[in-house]
């Protein structure tokens, strides 16, 4: 009776939803980003890693947005998600057409799907993409309204005037980022809105 808690975890699976647990029941919560820990990885190792190194000031400590927010920023995030099973989807169909040689110009006498199997697989795929790709001109609709929002429209319109920049990259910088000063520097920032090149390739 009578202690401050301060209840700090990394953050994971359960989101911030323990972090407002936390705190509607009076208590201090702090969010920590995950670090790689030498030694055994147990539950209770890495609980004491966690308090000695927010205890020294290493931790590094996440910026929790308010809950509407992290409801707004939903709905860029969704979209981002629809459009990387849209290209897996169509990737797919590419790979089943050369699996079964159906896209060799050689084989295409010889392998001719008679039962209309492959073609009704197809068929179903593209039916998917087609639902996503409506779902994802709902959700840029969406977005576009949200920009003319009384939280959101100022930067929106600072943003959408910056020469070079477009719906995209102001729909993630107004809703997906908490606080500009928890970046070091540019490279941190662009890195965490997946905006900076990169290469994404099998073995």
């Keep these: 009776p009578g202690c401050v808690i301060t209840v700090v975890y990394e953050a994971g699976p359960d989101g911030y939803a323990l972090f407002d647990l936390v705190r509607i029941r009076g208590h201090k919560a702090m969010v920590v ?3 790689r820990h030498v030694g055994p990885k147990t539950d209770k190792r890495d609980a004491q890693h966690i308090a000695r190194d927010y205890l020294a000031q ?3 400590v996440v910026t929790v947005p308010a809950f509407d927010q992290r409801v707004h920023r939903q709905a860029v995030r969704t ?3 629809l459009k990387k099973t849209l290209r897996q989807l169509g990737n797919r169909i590419a790979s089943h057409r050369r699996n079964h040689g159906t896209s060799d110009v050689g084989l295409s006498a010889v392998h001719k799907d008679t039962s209309g199997i492959l073609e009704f697989a197809e068929d179903a795929v593209r039916e998917v993409m087609a639902c996503i790709q409506k779902k994802i001109k ?4 969406l977005l576009k309204t949200m920009m003319t929002w009384e939280p959101y429209c100022e930067l929106a319109s600072a943003l959408a005037a910056l020469p070079g920049g477009g719906p995209v990259t102001t729909w993630h910088i107004t809703l997906d980022v908490a606080d500009m000063a928890a970046f070091k520097t540019a490279g941190h920032f662009a890195s965490y809105l997946g905006l900076c090149p990169g290469a994404h390739s099998t073995g």
């Design 138 to 141: 709902e959700l840029e609709a």
């Design 79 to 81: 979209r981002d998600e």
């Design 33 to 35: 980003s995950p670090e």
């Design 58 to 60: 290493r931790a590094r």
